[in-house]
Structure formats: C-alpha cells, structure tokens
C-alpha cells in the first residue's frame, strides 16, 4: 500500500523519497529500483531512517516523504524534522491496536 501510495503521489506531480532501511518498499538493484514507485521518486535505502530523512530534506527537496515501520524515539524525532522543515510524510506503524500504537 505504501509503494502504491508513493507512486499515485508521484505520477500526480509530487516530489516523494522513499526512506526505506531493509529494500521492503523499493528493492535495488543496479542502483535501480526494481518495481514502479513513480517518475519523481527517490530511494534512500541501506541506512537508518534519521539519517536518510535528513538526506532527502537536505539535497532532495521532497514533497512527501514515506517510511515504513515507525517504532522508536528516533525515528519519532525523525518525523518532527520533517514536520518542521514543511514536508509532508507517509508512515506506518505496527500494532495490535489504536491503543497499542498509542502507547508506543
């Protein structure tokens, strides 16, 4: 769903990074990525989440920004610097339930 959403957001006209840590979104290969995720959208993959949302705000000049499995203070923190910086994010978050992902 979150690939899909990246690409519909990009087809649209919207920059879009992917920040995606383990290639579950946008897998590589060759430096390319090999499923359709839009015409104006970039991968980050291989690295933590704060440093490759820090990269795309820095050199990319995103629109959207989308990441999967958000869990930690880190990553928490990672999407206020994206909030704070006027970009616009997708994010998933697992849990059992509302209350389960409110407590996290």
Known sequence: M???LARSISNFGN???I???RGEIAPMCDS???LDVGDRTD???????????????RSMAPDVV???EIGTKADA???KYLSI????FIATMHGKNINDLLMS
């Open 43 to 57: 991968v980050i993959s291989g690295g933590s989440k704060e440093v490759g949302i820090r990269i795309a705000v």
């Open 66 to 68: 989308c990441i999967d």
């Open 85 to 88: 910086s006027g970009v616009n």
């Open 2 to 4: 979150l690939r899909d």
């Open 19 to 21: 920040v995606d840590e």
């Open 15 to 17: 920059n879009v990074c």
């Open 32 to 34: 390319k990525c090999v």
């Open 77 to 79: 923190e990672a999407l």
